[in-house]
């Protein structure tokens, strides 16, 4: 079977277009590496999305899986506009940073609904002095605040955690489309496409 191998190169311009659709406004920083035995991109933004919504764009164009239980790592296929491709990137990084501002409406939320949490400084933060900081009234506010600015409460029903951004619809993303993968090196199936089973059937509005 011919299938199209395109770069990491050509991988991150793809990921950078579909970034900039999903999330309009949002300045990424998109970076390709190249090393014995594979390729990676690295993702890096402020504010903006959180991780797991840039993850739900950004693993669309993976190539490759891990299974760290066997220590195996396989091949993911797509189509592009149809036609069988091999992303060049095996696997893709999303480095999410926060600016002062954003760390403040945390920090001020978490105060705001836990009533004995004793506050601290966006610079006491960078520090990482938060982690551990607990007063009298038993708050965790570096774990509350992690928890916040990941988009996630962490069983803390008191925090209404950062929303990051919703994906817009992306006409990039819209041209790709899972084929299968080489689940621990299985063979092709009968109809030339790789044997299915590992990673995601992909769908995109």
């Not at 933060?125 to 928890?147: E, F, H, I, P």
Request: hydrophobic content about 35%.
């Amino acid at each position: 079977m011919t299938r199209k191998y395109l770069s990491c190169a050509d991988t991150a311009k793809l990921l950078r277009q579909a970034l900039k659709e999903s999330f309009p406004g949002v300045t990424f920083g998109v970076t390709s590496k190249t090393y014995s035995g594979g390729a990676s991109i690295n993702i890096r933004w402020v504010d903006g999305p959180l991780s797991s919504q840039v993850k739900d764009v950004a693993s669309t164009f993976e190539g490759a899986y891990f299974d760290s239980m066997i220590d195996y790592k396989g091949s993911v296929y797509h189509t592009l506009d149809g036609e069988q491709v091999s992303f060049g990137a095996d696997f893709i990084f999303e480095n999410r940073h926060y600016s002062d501002a954003l760390i403040q409406r945390g920090i001020d939320a978490i105060v705001t609904g836990y009533g004995g949490c004793t506050p601290i400084t966006v610079e006491q933060y960078n520090k990482g002095d938060a982690w551990g900081w607990r007063n009298s009234g038993g708050c965790d506010l570096g774990r509350a605040l992690n928890a916040w600015l990941s988009g996630t409460n962490d069983g803390a029903d008191w925090i209404t955690p950062d929303a990051g951004m919703q994906a817009k619809p992306s006409a990039t993303l819209s041209r790709v489309s899972f084929a299968g993968s080489n689940e621990y090196g299985a063979p092709y199936g009968a109809n030339g496409y790789p044997q299915s089973g590992v990673g995601r059937q992909l769908s995109h509005n």
